[in-house]
């Protein structure tokens, strides 16, 4: 069994900036245990550290830096990069470690560490735990004597490594030229490479959210708020519209009409094109439980397999690599493409949507509508301090609302594991059912969160 998980969540450890857990001190004995854990055998170890666009970066990096080199390990920073970027060069440079750090979709007053084994993958469950119970120990007589300290340098070329990387995914003779494109980079960590990979393979590029200042990242704009992306598209007469969050590992599309292609349908329509191509492997794609049901029918219709996982594109990418599929992702647009990448990446996923569009010939409104959606609805209520899901009447109100859905849909209600809020989702064939089942339960949970005198509970859709 593992040991206790306080700080790591499902992806790494996150919170708000300068606040338990996300504080420099945190950080600080995170690179030390992680250090030590990750140095084994007689060669200098080295471990890539990456960011976002944050603020509060120029705090976490420097701690973190100061764990690793005191635990005798030799640190390559090499400033904002996508999550996937960190994962490639942790690979290429045979690395011990790499580290992100970022809180991906989350506003800039939040921060996250993510970090990646040598493989690139992201850690399991057990060996975070296992940091994190040697966070916890006195590790002052295992750190290094001052002649085996670590030392740090900059990679200075990150940026066109990733580049690189990114564009050999694109199929060879192909280009994007006669494409004119709006990417949407969050204000974060994809800001200078996103625009100038589709630039180099012949496209026609509008850059927006790509003037961090710190503070903006994520803010409406990005994946989480495609709104801004869809009328950035209609203002623009652009073909297509890519969105990316503050790490850039998600993708969310806007067609030539502005209308919203979700996680959901890019997965459909890359094992679509894959599955033609004969390049889909495991009969079909992961998805997680939050995928619309209408994917499911998609896929059964076309003999293809749904497997479905928890929340989360480490469990996602956990699946794949147990059961050999190639292909996984989220609705929100986590896209995995192991062929090309060990997590989520929406640059790749991006090509291999273009990379359709080109080789069909057609405008985004037809090719990128896959599949017809249930009506679904997804809200979120946030609270402090304990949940109130174990209240006896939310309990109640939630069995009541999964037999009410179950001839015709169902019912997902999770606590969220990156930020402190519930997920409400529910989906059916008649949109009325729905709204009235999400609205209701949102209220009584916001109302019960109250109760037990967490000040502040508020719903709001995602």
């Given amino acids: 069994m593992s040991p206790s998980r306080r700080l790591f969540g499902t992806d790494g450890i996150r919170g708000t900036a300068n606040l338990y857990p996300m504080t420099a001190e945190i950080a600080l004995k995170l690179g030390q245990a992680a250090g030590l854990m990750f140095t084994t055998g007689g060669h200098r170890h080295r471990v890539v550290i990456g960011k976002d666009t944050r603020l509060s970066g120029y ?42 750090i970022s809180a991906s979709h989350n506003s800039f007053e939040d921060n996250g560490i993510k970090l990646f084994g040598p493989d690139g993958y992201k850690l399991s469950d057990q ?87 710190g503070f903006n990242i994520n803010r409406d704009c990005g994946s989480t708020e495609p709104g801004f992306l869809s009328g950035e598209v209609r203002r623009h007469g652009a073909d297509l519209g890519l969105a990316l969050d503050g790490d850039a590992d998600r993708l969310i599309v806007a067609d030539e009409r502005g209308q919203i292609v979700d996680g959901d349908q890019i997965l459909a329509l890359i094992a679509r094109a894959w599955a033609d191509s004969g390049r889909l492997v495991g009969g079909g794609v992961v998805a997680t439980v939050m995928s619309n049901l209408g994917l499911d029918r998609y896929m059964e219709g076309r003999g293809l ?43 790749i996923a991006a090509l291999q949507v273009l990379a359709v569009l080109v080789d069909q010939g057609k405008p985004a409104s037809q090719a990128c509508h896959v599949f017809e959606k ?51 989702m529910a989906e059916a064939e008649d949109e009325a059912t729905v709204e009235q089942v999400v609205e209701g339960l949102c209220a009584l949970i916001a109302t019960a969160a109250r109760d037990q005198g967490e000040d502040g509970a508020a719903v709001r859709a995602t």
Wanted: hydrophobic content about 45%; aromatic content about 4%.
């Fill in 374 to 424: 249930l009506p679904q609805m997804l809200k979120s209520v946030r609270f402090t301090g304990h949940s109130p899901l174990e209240q006896a009447e939310v309990k109640s109100a939630i069995a009541e609302a999964e037999a009410r859905l179950a001839k015709t849909g169902r019912l997902l209600i999770r606590k969220s594991g990156t930020e402190p809020v519930i997920r409400v």
């Fill in 305 to 347: 397999v749904l497997a479905r996982t928890g929340v989360g594109d480490r469990y996602v990418m956990e699946r794949m690599r147990a059961e050999g599929f190639n292909v996984g992702g989220e609705q929100s647009g986590h896209m995995i493409l192991s062929d090309y990448a060990t997590t989520g990446d929406g640059l």
């Fill in 127 to 213: 060996t975070e735990s296992e940091i994190e119970a040697m966070m916890s120990a006195d590790l002052s007589t295992r750190l290094s004597p001052p002649h085996r300290l670590g030392r740090v340098s900059r990679l200075e070329d990150a940026g066109g490594r990733y580049i690189e990387s990114v564009k050999a995914t694109f199929p060879r003779g192909m280009r994007l030229d006669g494409l004119r494109i709006v990417v949407d980079c969050a204000h974060g960590a994809a800001y200078k490479v996103a625009p100038a990979v589709l630039w180099e393979l012949g496209a026609e590029v509008i850059r927006v959210g790509v003037a961090p200042d």
């Fill in 59 to 100: 705090m976490i990096e420097p701690a973190l830096v100061a764990g690793f080199v005191s635990a005798g390990m030799d640190v390559a920073t090499v400033g904002p990069l996508p999550t996937p970027g960190i994962a490639m060069l942790t690979r290429n440079l045979r690395a011990d470690l790499g580290v992100m």
